[in-house]
């Protein structure tokens, strides 16, 4: 064995041990876990991943980084599993690692390429552990995003994510603090051969206005949008100290709906914040309606030591359970009703090498034979299988 990069968790994380296994590549006999600490199953399942690893590797040398890394520090380093730790916010750098300074970063070939242009967060939302495991907010330079996307585009990506902890923030650390609107029309505008732009997880309350233009009306800005919601409830935002309102959401995506109808909406919501009660939850559930929320990531909340949450009253955890189930049946008629809508519409699609591919919108596609990665084809589904247009 030479290098193994076990990865828990969000789809940054995931970006990030793409850069680590070329970063460590040269290693010989190392096991690194990129950890998560976003609920405390997360917790769990990181030390599930670290006991695993070791009995499947028990003389390699075993290192923890990510955010469970950081807000369970002292209980992680005590695992007897464990050799030792990497600072999150260090972990992409080789000086970390004793790795060599420059090496082949890897790049997406024809498909998708996630390109990390922000991390760390400065709010201070109550629920969440995330500040203390990624630092406070930290922009790429223009500059070196372009860098960064030249590589993959010239290796024939067809797609481009810009991901982030906390996306819309991108900029504000930077001279002349420029908004993330900005940095897509530099992409689009040096890039003009990319076929697709598209945005991993937003702020809506963050939305700036060369933004909004873009996603109304920029054919190569995909139509997909996900927000990160939260609940559809005021009482409950105000307490997990979000910076919106329902209102707030269901205004923004009126509005870039009447430009761009066909806009597919995804959101994070969560079933059981402490003080929630049946009206609480009532309301949370009907916005998935109202919006069309077809993309859903719902999670129980789950208390974190250390945030106010934490210390708030909390709901049952078998009610918790069952909202949250309830949350996620509403999003999957809305996303059964949605892919129903698509039988019969021309559809541009982003063909991947298991004979699948994504739409513009990210609807699922199954693709005829024969279509290579990479290519984009237009199809007409004619029905809906196991939950895939074909």
């Avoid at 690893?53 to 807000?71: F, I, K, Q, Y």
């Avoid at 242009?117 to 223009?142: E, M, Y």
């Avoid at 109808?261 to 009660?277: C, K, Q, R, S, V």
């Amino acid at each position: 064995m030479s290098v193994e990069v076990l990865s828990l968790g969000c789809r940054l994380n995931l970006s990030e041990a793409e850069e680590m296994r070329a970063m460590l590549s040269g290693n010989d006999n190392l096991v690194v876990v990129n950890s998560c600490a976003v609920t405390s199953e997360a917790v769990r399942q990181t030390r599930q991943t670290i006991r695993r690893a070791r009995r499947s590797h028990p003389d390699a040398r075993l290192l923890v980084t990510g955010c469970a890394a950081e807000v369970e520090r002292e209980a992680i380093a005590a695992m007897p599993e464990v050799d030792g730790l990497v600072a999150n916010t260090r972990k992409l750098d080789p000086r970390s690692w004793n790795a060599p300074r420059q090496f082949e970063r890897p790049a997406a070939h024809y498909t998708r390429a996630f390109v990390q242009v922000q991390n760390g967060c400065d709010h201070a939302c109550t629920f969440c552990v995330i500040p203390q495991g990624r630092g406070a907010s930290r922009s790429l330079a223009v500059a070196d995003v372009l860098r960064e996307v030249e590589r993959h585009v010239a290796n024939g990506t067809g797609e481009v994510v810009l991901t982030g902890v906390d996306l819309t923030s991108w900029g504000a650390d930077l001279p002349g603090l420029p908004r993330l609107g900005a940095l897509c029309e530099a992409i689009l505008t040096a890039f003009p051969a990319l076929p697709r732009l598209r945005l991993s997880s937003i702020d809506g309350a963050e939305v700036d206005e060369a933004l909004f233009d873009l996603l109304a009306h920029e054919p190569r800005m995909m139509p997909h949008l996900h927000l990160s919601l939260q609940s559809g409830d005021d009482l409950i935002l105000k307490r997990m100290k979000r910076r919106h309102s329902r209102a707030d959401a269901v205004r923004l995506v009126d509005r870039l709906r009447a430009h761009r109808p066909a806009l597919a909406l995804g959101a994070d919501i969560m079933a059981g914040f402490p003080t929630e009660d049946e009206a609480m939850h009532a309301s949370n559930l009907s916005i998935i309606a109202e919006l069309g929320i077809v993309h859903g990531h719902v999670f129980p909340f789950s208390p974190r030591p250390g945030t106010p949450a934490a210390r708030m009253p909390q709901v049952d955890p078998a009610r918790v359970k069952e909202r949250a189930a309830q949350l996620r049946d509403a999003v999957a008629t809305e996303r059964s009703k949605w892919l129903v809508s698509q039988i019969g519409k021309p559809l541009s699609v982003l063909a991947e090498s298991d004979g699948t591919g994504h739409a513009e919108n990210f609807a699922p596609v199954s693709l005829p034979a024969g279509i290579g990665r990479g290519e984009i084809v237009t199809v007409t589904p004619r029905k809906v299988i196991e939950g895939m247009l074909a």
